[in-house]
């Protein structure tokens, strides 16, 4: 039987490397799909997958929206909702996205938690509380990537478990992987006798690079051979670069800024051990794609963390937003637990739990369950896919 070719509006923040493989899952899966992101802000130089359409807001794309704003962009979406006619609309974060979808009655709605929305942002004030509470009520189900996010759904809404699918969004095991680099970074670098940390994260203030750099200063005054690739960029540019050159580091961290992201499986295998200072992360892509190139992680003590990360067995933890916590547990992972060990279980860990190619079939279950009952306007029963 084929399959139906549903057509699909894709609400995100702006375009990313998670956008991209979503869309190009969608493409694969045969739906006809539309990108619709609330700012212009591209984290991915690769364009969009073939076949699929994009679509902007007339409005002034910005992070900061007036109620106006927030009238005038679901005024617009109402209209676009009404021109396309998708089978089911799939949005996001929760209270940028998916509250914009919730707003203009979309239908069939799966909100999708990138993390922090739900885990940090929904407690940051009661309106906070408010907008996340009435997205939530309003989705037909709710997407989410672990255990933590589910719980937080629970607690902050009325939805019920069967309309909460959860699973890692994994990462593609072809590309990442062990195995000897095919860039000579650490010769060109000096650094074949080094120990090299690697950090991938964004410079915004969620993933607190401040503070990993303040934590590897201490690190090297240890572990005078230590060594810091740092990867990205952000809105902290400056006060990082410039944190770096007020303690003295410059010639012991590498940062050439934002990278082609078909090359980040070489610069996690010409690394010994990723690190993230990050305060927030449900399932973190960055953290699965060091872990299936055989590298131990250093990661916060907190919320999707705790469920790939077990201290002295593939990695270490650390007290979010400590640079001495985050120091000490850089350290324990360069001389008090067994790396080989670590890397085995690391690969193993990912290989067996976050495989996009054979956890994605779930949410296309879900989306085409919802647009057929959506049609028929029976009521969903979403409970095999607990």
Avoid at 8 to 18: A, N, P
Avoid at 171 to 188: C, K, N
Avoid at 291 to 310: H, I, K, Q, T, Y
Wanted: hydrophobic share 45%; aromatic share 8%; with cysteine.
């Amino acid at each position: 039987m084929d399959r139906p070719r549903l057509k699909i509006l894709y609400i995100s923040q702006g375009y990313t490397t998670h956008d991209y493989r979503f869309l190009s899952s969608f493409v694969r899966a045969g739906w006809n799909s539309i990108h619709l992101p609330l700012t212009p802000d591209r984290l991915d130089v690769r364009p969009l997958p073939g076949g699929v359409e994009t679509l902007s807001f007339p409005e002034r794309q910005t992070d900061e929206l007036s109620a106006s704003d927030w009238q005038n962009r679901r005024d617009s979406l109402v209209e676009i909702l009404a021109a396309t006619k998708p089978d089911a609309v799939i949005a996001g974060p929760i209270q940028s996205g998916a509250y914009l979808a919730a707003l203009s009655r979309a239908k069939p709605l799966i909100a999708v938690s990138w993390g922090t929305d739900i885990l940090v942002d929904a407690d940051a004030s009661a309106d906070a509380k408010s907008v996340t509470r009435f997205t939530l009520d309003s989705a037909d189900a709710v997407f989410g990537d672990c255990r933590a996010v589910r719980d937080a759904v629970r607690l902050h809404s009325a939805v019920t478990d069967d309309r909460i699918i959860t699973f890692p969004w994994g990462i593609d095991l072809a590309r990442f992987s062990p195995g000897p680099p095919a860039i000579p970074l650490r010769r060109e670098l000096g650094w074949e006798k080094h120990q090299v940390f690697i950090s991938t994260r964004s410079w915004e203030p969620l993933y607190a690079i401040d503070v990993l750099v303040r934590a590897f200063a201490s690190v090297r005054e240890k572990l005078p051979s230590a060594r810091l690739i740092l990867l990205g960029d952000g809105s902290l540019d400056a006060k990082v670069r410039g944190l770096v050159d007020e303690l003295g580091l410059t010639d012991f961290i590498h940062a050439p800024g934002r990278v082609n992201h078909g090359l980040l499986p070489e610069y996690f295998r010409s690394s010994d051990t990723y690190v993230s200072a990050a305060v927030s992360d449900g399932t973190s892509i960055s953290l699965l794609e060091a872990m299936a190139c055989g590298l131990p992680a250093v990661v916060s003590d907190s919320f999707g963390n705790l469920e790939w990360v077990r201290e002295g067995v593939n990695g270490a933890l650390a007290t979010p937003g400590v640079a001495e916590s985050l120091a000490g547990a850089m350290l324990a992972v360069t001389s008090r637990y067994d790396v080989v060990r670590m890397r085995d279980a690391n690969v193993e860990s990912v290989r067996s739990r976050a495989d996009w190619d054979l956890n994605f079939p779930a949410l296309v279950a879900l989306v085409e369950r919802l647009a057929a009952r959506s049609h028929s306007a029976q009521p969903t029963d979403l409970t095999i896919l607990r």
